[in-house]
């Protein structure tokens, strides 16, 4: 009987595609659910003997069961251009695997890179790790064996793997299509660096507006407990607060307590989750250590990207662009590559105007940069950020003073409020950027004290005041305890330097 792959991912769900499924059903064909291929302007996409067609409707389902939807066919989904052009390792099984299937997990290699791991030292595996190159996929792109080796070497007879699935950047998606539709992949990730630190107990704290991903996870666990043990995993839920996203505001609320920034030293290396060592990662740089460590892994895996940025990233289109979804390839892509030949310019057909990278406190990058290679240190050396490999772009009608405005609002909304710079200067920001803005000057200026010697009443001028929020952005940058109000001034300043006629 032929048989037809659904996904069965969140957005396909959004879509439709569990209508779909079901229309197929009802026709007489079995179906079966996979991952994502991540080709998200044609989802729900529907393969039947690896030809694809989509967006497909219930309505149409008995066209394409007819031959007769010539429109919605693209041929052979493997060769489609969005998909023969990647280079990918972290999403190899997407789109072809069923995401609860032991057997389909086994098939395309997975426990290869644990039961490596286990036959080795944990030291050569730490070691392992380091030579590959591989950095955090969560924000700093922190090298991963450094992190684990401080790990390995800090005393203490019980140590922690979390993983931080709290995705929280605007325009990422790239960690929900993992957990639904690769969940064996983390876990096996986290498998090999609890090995390799001596660690027990893992946790993956995931935001509580993925429901799909965890009870994809809950499942996976319970099925793969067996090949992991004696390692215990459990899924935690967080509560939507975004500064959870930050590994020491994460640490808090695993234990129970205020989702809330903590001063930086003591490392969570060192002391961690309940004061004990403990590794802290995101889903796509665990994900990424069974490839790795599987044989000749991390030798291939440091011959893709460029300088210090090895390996793949998985890079989330989204915002107004044609064709969004996930693209995974080596560093070194320029962001040309990425909109124009790829994600196929703008949805409203208008010239692209900006695109910001790495979520809502990265910086706008404007079309001049376009040819920016898609690296860490070149990204630092235009004070942008690669991030969690998320850009939202925007075309010609978008207004950067408003933007700018946004990044503000969004962290005084979501600051945890331990540190001044980010809670008080992110409000006084919001006000600042609303007076330039409006034209109006600062005419509200506070009330000069009798005793101040320079005191005045008079009203600042825009240029006065934009030269306060220079001054603001620099102070949050670099007073600031974690990146939620470190990171605000990106965008801001960007906004200002390439649009500031959007501020008038």
Request: proline residues 6%.
């Amino acid at each position: 009987m032929t048989v037809v792959r659904v996904s069965d991912d969140a957005l396909a769900l959004a879509c439709g595609a569990d209508a779909v499924a079901a229309a197929f059903g009802n026709a007489g064909y079995t179906i079966e659910r996979v991952s994502s291929w991540g080709m998200h302007w044609l989802e729900p996409l529907v393969e039947i003997d690896g030809i694809g067609w989509g967006p497909v409707t219930a309505g149409r389902v008995a066209d394409v069961a007819a031959g007769k939807a010539d429109d919605l066919c693209i041929g052979p989904i493997a060769g489609h251009p969005f998909i023969a052009s990647q280079q990918r390792l972290t999403f190899a099984r997407a789109g072809r695997t069923r995401p609860l299937s032991l057997d389909d997990y086994a098939a395309t290699g997975g426990w290869q890179g644990l039961d490596r791991a286990r036959a080795m030292a944990p030291a050569d595996v730490v070691a392992e790790v380091t030579a590959s190159g591989l950095r955090g996929r969560g924000g700093a792109g922190f090298p991963a064996g450094i992190k684990w080796q401080t790990v390995a070497n800090a005393p203490g007879e019980r140590k922690y793997v979390v993983c931080n699935a709290d995705e929280g950047d605007s325009g990422t998606f790239a960690d929900r299509m993992l957990m639904e539709g690769d969940p064996f992949q983390l876990i096996e990730g986290m498998a090999i660096a609890a090995h390799a630190v001596g660690a027990s107990r893992g946790y993956i704290y995931v935001r509580s507006e993925y429901p799909h991903a965890i009870a994809k996870l809950n499942s996976a666990l319970a099925l793969a407990q067996s090949r992991i043990a004696p390692l215990r995993i459990e899924v935690r839920v967080g509560a939507g607060a975004y500064v959870c996203g930050e590994e020491t505001s994460l640490l808090n609320s695993l234990e129970g307590k205020r989702g809330e920034v903590r001063a930086k030293p003591p490392l969570p290396a060192l002391e961690g989750l309940f004061g004990c060592p403990t590794v802290v990662n995101n889903v796509l740089t665990l994900a990424a250590i069974p490839h790795i460590l599987t044989p000749g892994g991390a030798g291939f895996y440091t011959q893709l990207g460029i300088d210090r940025s090895k390996g793949t990233m998985p890079i989330q289109l989204a915002g107004n662009i044609r064709h969004g979804g996930l693209y995974e390839t080596a560093f070194g892509i320029t962001l040309n590559e990425l909109i124009h030949d790829i994600g196929g310019g703008t949805a409203s057909g208008r010239p692209v105007k900006a695109v910001q990278v790495g979520g809502p406190l990265g910086a706008y990058i404007h079309p001049d940069r376009f040819d920016l290679p898609f690296d860490y240190e070149a990204y630092a050396g235009v004070d942008a950020l690669i991030g969690h490999g998320g850009m939202v772009v925007f075309d010609d009608t978008a207004n950067m003073g408003a933007m700018a405005r946004f990044a503000m609002q969004f962290c005084a909304a979501e600051s945890c409020g331990k540190c001044t710079p980010c809670r008080i200067g992110s409000t006084r920001g919001l006000e600042l950027i609303d007076r330039i803005r409006s034209g109006a000057g600062a005419a509200d200026a506070v009330e000069a004290l009798p005793q101040m010697h320079n005191a005045r009443k008079l009203p600042r001028s825009r240029e006065e005041d934009m030269a306060l929020l220079e001054d603001l952005c620099e102070t949050m940058q670099y007073g600031s305890l974690c990146a939620l109000g470190g990171f605000t001034p990106y965008p801001v300043r960007s906004a200002l330097k390439h649009w500031p006629e959007d501020f008038s």
